[in-house]
């Protein structure tokens, strides 16, 4: 896996739509700068994300790129009409069904692999198994494991915005790798204490997700969103001190974000969701752009606030 991963959910037309073309030139964009991580998920926009990024990297060297996706949502067909409500500007063609039966992976995983075109998956992760603890780690996992077994996959995964429950998982199962959301960030080192080091005893990959917090970190001048509802006061205060510190290192805000979960010798990769060529570029010149090892003191001093 490269160390900055192309996350899909845009390509679903995660709040605002994209057009066939824009959501091509991004992955195009991606590509050229090196990126060879992709993941996706058939949460994003009903399945439009694994479409796209499927006819995307079709043309692609298989060898040379590592895809994942999700299980744990199946796409039911519905006739209710209406938008989707859960985010991605997408007709309500399908609705989102919690499975994480035996059965339902294999469904999940056959129907993801016609929308990419794509006869196999390299990594399978377990999605937002929180309320499904039971379900997940006695069906959903054997049946990864069968399908690991089988060359279906080549690693399980488990995905979530939540620590706990993925060091259990850590614990519990031999997974390969999890991914792991907004928990391991400048704002959020909650996963630091007992996750991370786990996940490096067992020789767990860890992916970083949501380095920049839905968006509070994702420019210089904080503001926005933190895990998806605005950010509270004290939060944004926070950040902007961040921000101060960075600009006094020649740094920005967002270069610190994407760099800081990568320090820890658990994570190998992140993975940020870009919605243009543009945003690629600018996020693939920031991880090129180095950073003076002060500023991890001088930012450790807010972090702990």
Same mark, same amino acid.
């Given at each position: 896996?490269?160390?900055?991963?192309?996350?899909?959910?845009?390509? &679903?037309?995660?709040?605002?739509?994209?057009?066939?073309?824009?959501?091509? !030139?991004?992955?195009?964009? /991606?590509?050229?700068?090196?990126?060879?991580?992709?993941?996706?998920?058939?949460?994003? @926009?009903?399945?439009? %994300?694994?479409?796209?990024?499927?006819?995307?990297?079709?043309?692609?060297?298989?060898?040379?790129?590592?895809? %994942?996706?999700?299980?744990?949502? #199946?796409?039911?067909?519905? =006739? @209710? +009409?209406?938008?989707?409500?859960? &985010?991605?500007?997408?007709?309500?063609?399908?609705?989102?069904?919690?499975?994480?039966?035996?059965?339902?992976?294999?469904?999940?995983?056959?129907?993801?692999?016609?929308? #990419?075109?794509?006869?196999?998956?390299?990594? /399978? #992760?377990?999605?937002?198994?929180?309320?499904?603890?039971?379900?997940?780690?006695?069906? /959903?996992?054997?049946?990864?494991?069968?399908?690991?077994?089988? &060359?279906?996959?080549?690693?399980?995964?488990?995905?979530?915005?939540?620590?706990?429950?993925?060091? =259990?998982?850590?614990?519990?199962?031999?997974?390969?790798?999890?991914?792991? /959301? +907004?928990?391991?960030?400048?704002?959020?080192?909650?996963?630091a204490a007992e996750l991370l080091p786990l996940c490096a005893e067992r020789g767990v990959s860890v992916v970083a997700a949501g380095v920049f917090n839905s968006g509070i970190l994702a420019t210089h001048d904080p503001k926005g969103t933190y895990n998806y509802v605005p950010a509270p006061p004290e939060l944004l205060d926070r950040a902007r001190r961040m921000a101060?510190?960075?600009? $006094?290192? @020649?740094?920005? *805000?967002?270069?610190?974000?994407?760099?800081?979960? *990568?320090?820890?010798?658990?994570?190998? %990769?992140?993975?940020? @969701?870009?919605?243009?060529?543009?945003?690629?570029?600018?996020?693939? !010149? *920031?991880? $090129?752009?180095?950073?003076?090892? $002060? #500023?991890?003191?001088?930012?450790?001093?807010?972090?702990?606030?």
């Amino acid at each position: 896996m490269t160390r900055l991963g192309y996350g899909c959910a845009p390509l &679903g037309n995660l709040f605002t739509a994209l057009t066939d073309e824009d959501a091509s !030139a991004a992955v195009a964009a /991606a590509w050229e700068n090196g990126i060879r991580l992709f993941d996706t998920a058939p949460h994003y @926009g009903l399945g439009l %994300s694994e479409r796209r990024i499927g006819e995307a990297l079709r043309h692609r060297p298989r060898a040379e790129f590592t895809l %994942s996706t999700k299980v744990g949502r #199946l796409l039911v067909p519905s =006739d @209710g +009409g209406g938008r989707d409500d859960q &985010g991605f500007d997408v007709p309500a063609t399908h609705t989102r069904v919690w499975d994480f039966s035996r059965d339902g992976v294999r469904r999940s995983l056959t129907e993801s692999l016609a929308r #990419l075109g794509l006869d196999s998956i390299d990594v /399978a #992760l377990i999605h937002d198994p929180d309320h499904h603890w039971k379900e997940a780690v006695a069906e /959903a996992f054997p049946a990864l494991a069968e399908l690991r077994a089988e &060359g279906v996959i080549k690693s399980i995964g488990v995905g979530m915005n939540q620590w706990p429950m993925l060091a =259990d998982f850590v614990r519990e199962t031999d997974v390969d790798t999890i991914m792991l /959301a +907004g928990r391991y960030t400048l704002l959020d080192q909650s996963a630091a204490a007992e996750l991370l080091p786990l996940c490096a005893e067992r020789g767990v990959s860890v992916v970083a997700a949501g380095v920049f917090n839905s968006g509070i970190l994702a420019t210089h001048d904080p503001k926005g969103t933190y895990n998806y509802v605005p950010a509270p006061p004290e939060l944004l205060d926070r950040a902007r001190r961040m921000a101060s510190i960075c600009e $006094a290192h @020649g740094v920005t *805000l967002p270069q610190a974000a994407l760099a800081f979960p *990568l320090r820890h010798p658990a994570v190998s %990769s992140i993975v940020v @969701g870009m919605r243009s060529a543009e945003e690629v570029r600018q996020n693939t !010149a *920031l991880m $090129a752009s180095p950073i003076p090892e $002060a #500023l991890w003191d001088d930012l450790a001093v807010v972090e702990h606030d």
